[in-house]
Nanobody, 120 residues
Framework: QVQLVESGGGLVQPGGSLRLSCAAS????????VGWYRQAPGNKRELVAA???????NYADSVKGRFTITRDNAKNTVYLQMNSLKPEDTAVYYC??????????????WGQGTQVTVSS
């Protein structure tokens, strides 16, 4: 059983910063990628940032230059540093872990989410 636990969300003023953490535990093998998604009420869940097993990163256009995804493999933890936060960044942020099997089929695992609210 794979478990993902997010932390670091909260209330912050526009222009502020937050650092989200996602700690993974369980039987973790064959990592394809780790990423952060977010979903605001009435909106689709969208990819915010992802990093592959090879270290390649991918960011949504809306967060490029402001957010940075990093990982600490020894701690099974991925981080999302969020700077220059805007009200439109308000959403529930979810950690996602994609694992592939021997046939390269991908299975996704999700955390429970952490609320980020950007408001003055």
């Amino acid at each position: 059983q794979v478990q993902l636990v997010e932390s670091g969300g909260g209330l912050v003023q526009p222009g502020g910063s937050l650092r989200l953490s996602c700690a993974a535990s369980g039987s973790i093998f064959g990592i394809n990628s780790v990423g952060w998604y977010r979903q605001a009420p009435g909106n689709k869940r969208e990819l915010v940032a992802a990093i592959t097993s090879g270290g390649t990163t991918n960011y949504a256009d809306s967060v490029k230059g402001r957010f940075t995804i990093t990982r600490d493999n020894a701690k099974n933890t991925v981080y999302l540093q969020m700077n220059s936060l805007k009200p439109e960044d308000t959403a529930v942020y979810y950690c996602n872990l994609e694992l592939h099997d021997i046939y390269r089929r991908v299975t996704g695992y999700w955390g429970q989410g952490t609320q980020v609210t950007v408001s003055s």
